[in-house]
Structures are given as structure tokens and as C-alpha cells.
């Protein structure tokens, strides 16, 4: 079983930028794909990004395309989310998550979080 720990989150202005970590342990994390979420106060949670096992495929969701990049370092076991001109509205409980497809749906195993808040 793949334990995650996510790391990075913070307060910051809009416009700022952060880097979320995510660190696995356990299971065989190498060939898994792994994506971020967020949940914001009384809204679903919602999927940001995913990087596939080898770092060769990534997807975003519209919201955070050209702002966000995904990466990894396998070595590492570690899954980053480097966040750009992030806003107000980027200001959420982020989690990643691991997945057998690159389907949002099909990702768990979800760490605790990391909030992150943009202030205007």
C-alpha cells in the first residue's frame, strides 16, 4: 500500500507561486501514474493535473494550463506541482493521489493535504 505525504503549501499573493510536494512510501509507487486535486471550502474535489508513471504524459485541467506543470523524480519517489501566477481562486486543500489509469476517477490512496491559500 502506497502511503502520501504532501508538502509545499502555504500562503502567498496573487501572482506568487508555490511547489507542492508529494512523497511516497511504500507499495510500488515507481509505475504508478499520480494526480493533484484540490478542494476549496464547500466545493467538490476537483482534478488539477497528472503525470503518468515515467514522466512521459501529463495532463491539466483547463483551469490550471500554462500556469501549472506537473513533473517527477523517480528516483525520489516525489511528485511536484510547481505552481505559477497562481490567483485567488487557486486557494484550496491539494492532494494527490495515485491512479492504474490517467482518469481522475480512478485515482486514490489519497494523502492528508496541503493548504494553500492566495490572498488578493
Known amino acids: 500500500q502506497v502511503r502520501l505525504v504532501e508538502s509545499g503549501g502555504g500562503l502567498v499573493q496573487a501572482g506568487g507561486s508555490l511547489r507542492l510536494s508529494c512523497v511516497a512510501s511504500?507499495?510500488?509507487?515507481?509505475?504508478?501514474?499520480v494526480g493533484w486535486f484540490r478542494q476549496a471550502p464547500g466545493k467538490e474535489r476537483e482534478f488539477e493535473a497528472a503525470i503518468n508513471w515515467s514522466g512521459g504524459r501529463r495532463v491539466y485541467a483547463d483551469s490550471v494550463s500554462g500556469r501549472f506543470t506537473i513533473s517527477r523524480d523517480i528516483a525520489k519517489n516525489t511528485v511536484y506541482l510547481q505552481m505559477n501566477s497562481l490567483k485567488p481562486e487557486d486557494t484550496a486543500v491539494y492532494y494527490c493521489?495515485?491512479?492504474?489509469?490517467?482518469?481522475?476517477?480512478?485515482?486514490?490512496?489519497w494523502g492528508q493535504g496541503t493548504q494553500v491559500t492566495v490572498s488578493s
Open positions: 493521489a495515485t491512479g492504474s489509469t490517467m482518469v481522475p476517477t480512478d485515482f486514490g490512496s
Open positions: 511504500g507499495g510500488t509507487f515507481g509505475v504508478k501514474n
